[in-house]
């Protein structure tokens, strides 16, 4: 898979971040859903972690455990830096410019946390549509 779409899927899994202009939506909260990877119906904190792993091996192209986004060809690099720079800011716990495993699959999960009110790591399906209905309108 090109490394820019991964880039882009990956700033997706970053999923369900509150946005600057509007503080009380979450973007892509969708995105969540494809964490269900048993497809039982219920997100656990576990399964979040998993697709974060699984989408964080398509980003370290030589297994390293260091994401090779800046690898990617400058022209291709301008025209996503827009998924690239919120995606290092949100995950780039030690400021480094760099995106290791452990920070990108151990991340902020702000969605995830605002979603589950009862704090059982895991977004049961009230939960899930409750999340759903918070989703910034597209515009």
């Known amino acids: 898979m090109n490394i820019l779409v991964t880039v882009a899927i990956a ?17 892509n909260p ?3 859903l494809e964490s269900d990877l048993n497809s039982d119906g219920v997100i656990t904190r576990g399964e979040l972690g998993e697709r974060r792993s699984s989408i964080f091996t398509r980003l370290d192209r030589n297994g390293d455990g260091i994401a090779e986004m800046a ?23 030690n400021a480094d410019g760099r995106l290791t ?7 902020p999960t702000p969605g995830f946390d605002r979603a589950d009110n009862n704090e059982n790591d895991r977004l049961e399906p009230e939960e899930i549509a409750a999340l759903q209905a918070m989703a910034c309108s597209a515009g």
């Open 11 to 27: 700033g997706l899994a970053a999923m369900s971040l509150q946005t600057a202009d509007a503080p009380d939506c979450i973007e």
């Open 71 to 93: 690898d990617a060809p400058r022209m291709a690099r301008d025209r996503f830096s827009d998924a690239l720079e919120p995606l290092l800011a949100t995950f780039d716990a």
């Open 30 to 32: 969708d995105r969540l």
């Open 101 to 107: 495993e452990a920070e990108f699959v151990d991340g």
